[in-house]
């Protein structure tokens, strides 16, 4: 994660000293040039900047139109918000295996795929791009939305493009533990007008008032309150100029650290785009192998990091809402399963595979030292 620094101290500094926070008031710029300047930066027509990565996820997924009786396809190793952005919407997710890619399986996207399924929901866990060729190519022959969740792959790319800015949208996080860091935040990207249109719209209550720059047939719809203030806007400007640089000294550490890794025998997990490889994960023939390379520094299991593994998603696995009206499983159009059993694949391959940290704020001569040290035998 970017350490706060004095740039950002100074943006938050001037928002403060201008007396006017609100985002739709006659002075605010800070949202609306970030916007215009993620846009441009991720490769997309539109940008609308949210109050966190789960309502990005919850917007796109509303503005697509997805809901009641549509199955969502997520995958079994992503933070539990994937799932939940589409119960919120009253669809049910569907869980999918991932592949030693660590990211979504799309043989096992075909395999899931039921006359029921809306969209799809790739995650680009942890700086790891999905096989998005593939997936797009499984979405247009089923007719299927696409939804990218690179809350934890911002500007981070899958070959010549960015995640997040190849589906019908992306959803990005800025909280504390992601590549722009200003707390909590959010943004959503997409080509699609239309989809912007309602997204903008869901974001803010559907209010028709706003200085919106653009005219639509879309009548108001009832959203929710989303907005982030002009204080978050000035950091997320900030911060966005510290981007580039910080994905590629990733990059550079992720070279000097998996050379050494390699050269001491251990297999790394395939990547989508080695070219742009801004993580690092170590896979074992055994779990036992991946427990005991662990208890190293800068290393941790993936089975091992909580909410991000299905079989912690209390809530989901208990198909529990706020209210039992509210429960999509209620509608659904069949039973669906999330014993352990269900992607029993995804358990495997998470128990034996290790994130190695690549030590953002370490120069260069000491993460060769961390390199030596890891490579070191089991």
């Known amino acids: 994660m970017p350490k706060i620094g004095v740039q950002d101290w100074l943006a938050a500094s001037q928002s403060i000293l201008s007396g006017d926070l609100y985002r739709y008031s006659s002075t605010a710029h800070h949202l609306d040039a970030f916007e215009a300047r993620f846009a441009a930066a991720m490769g997309a027509k539109h940008a609308l900047a949210l109050n966190s990565g789960t309502s990005a996820l919850v917007c796109a997924l509303a503005a697509a139109g997805v809901g009641p009786g549509d199955e969502v396809l997520v995958p079994a190793y992503t933070w539990m918000a994937t799932a939940a952005a589409a119960v919120m919407v009253g669809a049910v997710p569907v869980l999918v295996d991932i592949d030693e890619s660590l990211t979504i399986d799309p043989a096992d996207i075909a395999r899931k795929i039921t006359p029921h399924t809306r969209a799809i929901i790739p995650v680009h ?8 060729d593939e997936i797009m190519a499984l979405a247009g022959r089923h007719n299927l939305f696409v939804i990218e969740d690179a809350c934890q792959a911002v500007g981070v790319r899958y070959k010549d493009k960015f995640c997040g800015a190849i589906g019908d949208a992306g959803a990005y996080s800025f909280n504390a533990f992601k590549n722009i860091n200003i707390g909590e935040g959010g943004a959503l990207t997409t080509n699609d007008e239309r989809l912007f249109v309602r997204a903008r719209n869901y974001h803010d209550l559907g209010a028709p008032i706003r200085n ?11 959203g929710a309150n989303m907005r982030l203030t002009e204080l978050q806007g000035a950091m997320l400007n900030s911060q966005l100029a510290r981007l580039d640089p910080m994905v590629r000294e990733l990059c550079a550490k992720r070279r000097i650290m998996a050379d050494a890794l390699q050269q001491a025998g251990f297999r790394l997990a395939p990547h989508h785009t080695p070219e742009h490889a801004a993580s690092l994960v170590v896979i074992f023939d055994t779990a036992e192998e991946a427990e005991t390379f662990a208890e190293r520094s800068q290393v941790m299991r993936l089975l091992d990091s909580s909410k991000h593994v299905y079989t912690n998603w209390e809530a989901i696995l208990a198909k529990r809402t706020f209210h039992p009206k509210m429960n999509p499983w209620a509608w659904a159009h069949r039973e669906i399963d999330y014993s352990a059993e269900s992607c029993a694949r995804s358990l495997d391959i998470l128990g034996r595979s290790c994130r190695v940290w690549l030590g953002q704020r370490y120069p260069a001569p000491l993460m060769r030292l961390a390199a030596k040290r890891l490579a070191r035998p089991l």
Not at 125 to 132: D, R, S, T, V
């Open 125 to 132: 866990m942890i700086n790891l791009p999905c096989a998005m």
């Open 212 to 222: 919106h720059d653009l005219t639509s047939n879309e009548p108001p719809m009832i």
